[in-house]
């Protein structure tokens, strides 16, 4: 999770926070939370959490509305959080989670996540979209998001990646989307952008890895295709699963009513996975998530 | 919630236990609570809560394991209780529930609730079988259940409703599941099994109350047909719902296909309603329910 | 079903042609069809067909692909049309319906159609964009499609209505999609556009009719919420039903909540009443529809 | 397809017979088969086709009412089946196909297919029961199924294999159905059995071939498990697929969780593939199925 930034907040008018956290799992942890949380009157409105079995470890998330500020509670937690050895983050409800967005020449994905932020459906900010191809930048000016033109090449695709990397410094996104983005991140931008960068691959993974899945998956006969929302490691089309989703077909589709059928199921899972990457309901357990739906 | 039997354990063996509560939300709920489980040694392996908006009420359900006997929780337990005015139960995780099953002659209902207690998937114990008919006396034999004839007239209601009556409190039984039993129920026993009676009807409701909602249903031509599940009050087809699903059906489809196709949902949806009433994970918020899946 | 426009065919290029037609059901119906296309080479590339056990009506939908232009087709068709009784039409597969979309201050109904039809997914030629209110002429505009702002009050509705007829007929309009217009069409207007207007409604229909659905499913409790794309008749929310999709919620989501969750939902809905409209899948049965999906 | 038994019928009575074929596809197929069948006086009740575009083949089933018996109708159909190169089959709807299940341990799949026979919800007559193991006896004789216990070793496999056959065809069986049978079959008795043969394998094919799927799913971190009905042939996992299901799971189920959802998918994929099947409604196209639904 990246820094977040302060945000100020006064007695008179409680803010409502958002706390994740997960350490080794041992009793008394939520205890010691909401102790702290109690001692700043702070009311929980929410609260999810799930020890897993296989890696020990405890996740929690929890909503509260609180008058104290951002310095108080840090302070307040810090020591609980040294305790029990947390990685955590405190955000504010709702806030916009400053966004770029990369784009090829497929619309659907990029018109389902900027009408989303424009209805207030989706907590996120698109402070850049990036092409490698000019065709969306129509779509993005419309919702007023700056259009880059980055292209690929073999030869330029270092260069390309360190424009890209420039982009979501300058414009401090805090989150990637590949919104069928058709290129390969390289392993060192999906280092640099670790744990940020979230993608959707039109298939029910792990079957139809690679590339046309829909032919594949009409070729094998499926009666269901899918789509896998995921966050981007080094390891292509392996990084953990945040979302999935699927649709009936039948023998009747071509493989090209398939990629229509499909665009439909990857932007709802993209823009479910988006969400809640934005509410800070996914965490990182090991190659797997936990989603705090 | 009926008075749970106590359950003997001790300190080298662990217990699970599963509270629920409900109360008026204010700060504090959780920590206090939380503070008397950690002060048994209690390990959290399971945590929700909601509060409700409409109603201002809290409801929590905590599973938690600890050396601590059933005693010793309610004494520590009963202070925080009265403090927040809470309405609470505490039983042990996977406790098989006494269950009777009421049923007329159709047997999808009762041929996979039994088969689910069996194969371990469903933690109801089902201490009897009571039919208005005789037809589904082979099915119960077969899984060890002992069946009870009480035929139902208008003029012998009364009597058949106090022998159901008499054989809910001779057997033990905790909950009254109605698996498609073909006869509405007097006000009085609706009364005197509050939150104990679950019924399933077959149609999404509120669409398509009372009689032969598959044909109501035919007759408007829906595109989808369901089956809900819900608490019986003296009101018909108005109690609290615990679980709906559906299912696909186009205009192919006579009334006599809806009833075959809803047998499939109606099985289902029942069986996860009776689940969940079994693991203590609904809670009533007014005419609504809180369903902690 | 309106007037088709003549197409231009050719010998040298098959056009790919569908019909559909509806009569009293009786023997020969199917091979009478298949002897006039085979006598015109016609390959036939996809068909349907119903009876109705309760109507007693016959239904076929053919897709045939014939070098025949439609003078031919139609001459030959027409005794056997007359034979037994038919109502039927002959349209290019394929062929944009013009089609006028009515909006008020929703944008996520009129955004859903327009992006497909941009993108080849939604086979309707969207002549204009008519709004109770100016919200949406922004996005009608970013798709090229002329605005009309006819404002509605209880003084002026015949004269809207008047104008909104004076637009459909003047762009040549086939169809009407009512994307999510918050005006109550008169009984006028419903009969003379009776069968080429379609409406989302936001509620799994014959649940919560009228106003405010959502609302009213919060407050049963239900665990599905759930949209219906009907035609249009004069009696409100009864007309023929097309297509009905429902989405799982739980006790945590306010009335707020469930009209956001429903959006997708309506979107979703709508689209595929009017894809299948305007591919001639739906044909009427009385109050009932016939879908060839 | 088996052979069929000849069934009397009579021109008092019209039989309700069902015609299925395939052959490469060109013009005029549908015109003449209706053509033999307006002949017999047959009342087409339902009719499906299709035109593969990948294999060049066209399919077609029809459910015809006619007083003809099947010498009349076969002699009839013969010269056009001989005139397209059809491969066809003609049955009685509704006939229950003789069935043999073959089972280990888990019973989910055999209940639910014995209920739903006797319910009348499935078109097969199961004439016998083998299982490896005798855990499924009770329920196979609850049902008035004889049960076969045929154990399997490595050493035993060849005669193991013979003794199935042998009741397969002394029982007359025209379909097998693997409901969780725990042993491979070997290319011979694949061969010997070909197309006759349907299995379930717990997992949303191809994701999760081979063994413990579910954990091999609860390791990838889906958030969906599914179940694929497929016929079996020699190479396993990897024959034409029926029917697929999923079901959405999240971070807190651990694999024995998926193992008992999985469970009501599995048994309601089969129960699907194996009446699509028992009604002549699934067509082989190459590796792909047609499905007549």
Redesign the interface.
Known sequence: MPEQPVTATSPEHPTHWVLTLSCPD???I??AV??V??AH?????????????TSGRFFLRVQVASGADRAELESALAPVAEQFDMTWSLDVVGRAVPTVIMVSTA??CL?DLL?RQR?G?LPIDVVAVVGNHEALR?LAE?YGVPFHHVPVTTATKADAEARLLGIVEESGAELVVLARYMQILSDELCTALSGRVINIHHS?????KGARPYHQA???????I?ATSHYVTGDLDEG???????ERV???R?PSDLV?IG??VEA?TLARAVRWHAEHRVLL?G?????F?
């Open positions: 041992r009793p008394g939520v205890h909401t102790g949380l109690a009157d702070g009311n929980i409105t929410e609260s999810q959490q799930f020890g897993s079995p619309a659907h018109n009408f209805s459906a129509p419309f029910f993974l792990p079957s139809f009409h070729d094998r006969g499926v009666k269901l899918g953990p699963i945040i979302e999935q989703e699927v039948d023998h009747t071509h229509g665009q439909d709802r357990d190659k797997r998530t936990v989603v739906r």
